[in-house]
């Protein structure tokens, strides 16, 4: 996965038209191959994100949901975010994006540090793979138990504090290692990290190595190289794995839940919370806001480099 | 690049040690606690080893029944899986071709990737949902038999796979972006020169040449779908599949039985992944022997 871009059929078609008399039914062909995908992603993506936007708009009361127009579902979503006090929405968005900050802040140098290890300090092909599966393998594994694997090592009785104390650091074990603000982004880092290495590692694998080789013959010192050659040139790998971590997190509400012991307000929670009431218009409002509020920080991001030309 | 290892490299060599030892250490602990003797905890010290917790769990989890979300989660991932091979491959040769609008479909799959799971959990239970209540509505309309005892549309093989596959789909696209980028058409056209058509260059020379990345796509859709929690929780209807259960008894279960499902769960991931990958090197050698053989 070193070269992830669209297939040249541009570039082809220019070359290869006046040979190719079968032209007309190879692209009727290719409409019929890429059909399934489209129409995948037409019935389960973007008529629900259609509905999701006019039900939010619908009425509703404690037995159904009424399609008549209304904007009291964004009204509740917002209420008391005028006044002088911070309403729930925007507490529940602050307490969101202290995650999204804390989780970039620690995945953000950690992946590229290990991205870098692994592209340009492994000499061999194959330790490299090996290495690289090794970060790669647990992602395959439920997120719900290398959650819970976290218990026996946080918990009360776990072995931090058993350790801790036995070592006499401490007297009485330390409640807030589980359940707590440190434990959900402790998950966060444990189940994202990876998101961050794969983006980085494709872009740090395709920089020319002569590059580097000029920049050192021209003088500069090892961190001069990372600053002004490999850092610019792994721009895009860092966005869209910060891109990955931002979504990921902005819209979790599974690790709040688990490693927060339910008790920490989280967007996603929130949508969750009002579907298992059945207030539908109502999940669906706060859904738009947090696709919304995703977008615009993607948006932010995208400002910052060309992605269509990097993708 | 023949210098001898510098400072930065024993740094970076630490720093990748520590992250995969942060990576393994909680799992490696919850398979050691598995097998924690039948008097033990949720936490160390072992109480002496044992398979207890693991009869505890062959007889089932208080009122869910694990095994049952097991075989559904299973064969819905072998689902997902074959539907994920089959159409990320054919929209893979459709994308080398070039087709109008190959752009737009680009860009679905990649904000399939963007928009939060919650987000299109909740969507595809609400088109459910909607469209539960316009068959109810055209039923009392009708008064058609067949359509009075309907229940719901909802289902594994309904919302879920559709919920599932929104998820490895673009996965699936972008490894055969990679695949076709790197695939020589030469090979095409030698066979287009010896007189086979078009599905016998794709039987014969296509899939072959490609079946490693192929299995990769596979191994990526089943355990995507196998884990997959955030965009089931919301459009799976009555019956739930293991991931889902699994967070339900995160509250409830207080006892290694848990553990000894997670040592369970892992070891089938482990499993299909080791098959795999066992697959994969096996196609290449015996690439690499017919072509020598072929010599």
């Given at each position: 996965m070193t070269d992830l871009a669209l297939p040249a059929a541009a570039a082809a078609e220019r070359t290869a038209a006046p040979a190719d008399a079968a032209r007309p039914r190879g692209r009727a062909l290719a409409y019929l191959q890429a059909a399934p995908l489209a129409l995948v992603f037409l019935v389960f993506l973007v008529v629900p994100l259609v509905l999701t936007g006019i039900v939010s708009l619908w009425e509703y009361n404690e037995y159904e949901i009424i399609p008549a127009l209304t904007l009291q579902n964004y009204a509740d979503v917002f209420?008391?975010?005028?006044?002088?006090d911070l309403c729930t929405t925007l507490r529940t968005y602050m307490s969101t994006v202290k995650f999204v900050v804390l989780t970039l802040a620690i995945t953000l140098p950690l992946g590229f540090a290990i991205a870098y290890f692994l592209a340009f300090h492994i000499r061999s092909g194959t330790v490299r793979m090996g290495l690289f599966l090794l970060c790669t393998i647990?992602?395959?594994?439920s997120n719900v138990i290398r959650m819970i694997s976290w218990i026996p090592l946080?918990?009360?009785?776990?072995l931090v504090n058993d350790t801790l104390r036995t070592l006499g650091l401490i007297r009485a074990p330390i409640?807030?290692?589980?359940?707590s603000d440190f434990a959900v982004v402790l998950a966060f880092v444990h189940l994202d990290t990876v998101f961050m290495i794969v983006p980085i590692f494709n872009s740090l694998a395709r920089i020319d190595r002569r590059l580097i080789e000029a920049a050192r013959d021209g003088g500069a010192s090892g961190a001069q190289i990372l600053w002004n050659v490999v850092l610019p040139l792994a721009k895009p790998g860092i966005a869209i794995g910060t891109i990955f971590v931002t979504t990921l997190v902005m819209g979790d509400f599974v690790t709040v839940g688990v490693m927060g012991g339910q008790q920490i307000a989280s967007v996603g929670k929130v949508i969750q919370v009002q579907m298992s009431y059945l207030q539908f218009p109502a999940a669906a409002a706060n859904a738009v806001v947090l696709l919304a509020a995703v977008l615009l920080m993607i948006l932010g991001l995208t400002r910052m480099i060309d992605l269509r030309r990097e993708l | 690049m023949d210098q001898p290892r510098g400072r930065a490299f024993y740094l970076l060599a630490a720093v990748f040690a520590l992250y995969v030892l942060f990576l393994y250490g909680p799992t490696l602990t919850i398979l050691a606690l598995s097998f924690q003797g039948p008097s033990g905890g949720l936490t160390f010290p072992m109480n002496g080893v044992s398979t207890h917790w693991f009869a505890k769990l062959w007889e089932g989890v208080g009122v869910v029944d694990i095994w049952a979300a097991l075989r559904r989660s299973l064969a819905l991932g072998l689902v997902v899986m074959a539907l994920t091979v089959t159409i990320a491959f054919y929209a893979g040769l459709a994308f080398r071709k070039g087709f109008r609008g190959a752009g737009l479909v680009f860009a679905l799959a990649v904000s399939s990737l963007i928009v939060p799971s919650i987000v299109v959990s909740l969507g595809i239970g609400l088109e459910f949902r909607l469209l539960d209540d316009g068959i109810k509505a055209l039923a009392a309309a009708t008064g058609w038999g067949f359509l009075q005892d309907h229940g719901t549309l909802m289902g594994l093989y309904t919302s879920a796979l559709g919920a599932h596959l929104t998820w490895t789909l673009p996965f699936g696209l972008l490894i055969m972006f990679a695949v076709f980028n790197r695939f020589d058409p030469a090979y095409e056209e030698a066979a287009r020169d010896l007189g086979a058509s078009g599905p016998q260059t794709l039987r014969h020379v296509v899939v072959p040449i490609l079946a490693p990345a192929l299995v990769g796509v596979a191994l990526f859709g089943f355990t995507l779908s196998f884990d997959e929690l955030a965009r089931t929780s919301q459009a799976i209807g009555g019956r739930n599949t293991l991931p889902l259960e699994l967070q339900g008894l995160t509250t409830t279960v207080t006892t290694p039985e848990i553990y000894a499902l997670g040592t369970v769960t892992t070891a089938v991931s482990a499993l299909v992944i080791g098959t795999a990958l066992g697959l994969t090197l096996w196609l290449q050698k015996r690439r690499a022997r017919r072509a020598l053989a072929g010599m």
């Open positions: 209420d008391g975010c005028l006044s002088a647990p992602f395959w594994t946080l918990g009360r009785n776990g409640d807030g290692l589980l359940y | -």
